[in-house]
């Protein structure tokens, strides 16, 4: 005769600190959104281009009537001046030009 495979294994495990883990992990995150917004507190200025300007001298700039550029001022401009910036490259053009 043989015999017969009574082994009946049924174990529970009940880990019931695993249910805890994902509730601690989110409140961190929160935090991290607001400093950054308020630090920008100078946004970059845009300015439409008035009169065109040929930017003959170096460090000036050459501008287009209707254009559209980034105004960079700075503690050092020269007066009626202003330093602007149009597709990565910065240059010195009359504040007169522009629609500030």
């Known amino acids: 005769g043989g015999g017969g495979g009574g082994g009946s294994a049924n174990r529970t495990n009940s880990n019931d600190d695993g249910a805890v883990r994902g509730v601690a992990e989110e409140a961190p995150r929160t935090s991290v959104v607001s400093p950054a917004a308020s630090a920008s ?32 001022r700075t503690p050092d401009d020269p007066p009626g001046w202003v330093y602007v910036e149009r597709n990565g490259v910065v240059g010195k053009v009359p ?3 522009l629609d500030l």
Do not use: I
């Open 41 to 72: 507190s100078s946004l970059p200025v845009t300015a439409q281009v008035l009169r065109s300007f040929e930017g003959s001298e170096h460090g000036q700039m050459r501008l287009t009537r209707g254009e559209v550029v980034l105004v960079r």
């Open 95 to 97: 504040e007169s030009h």
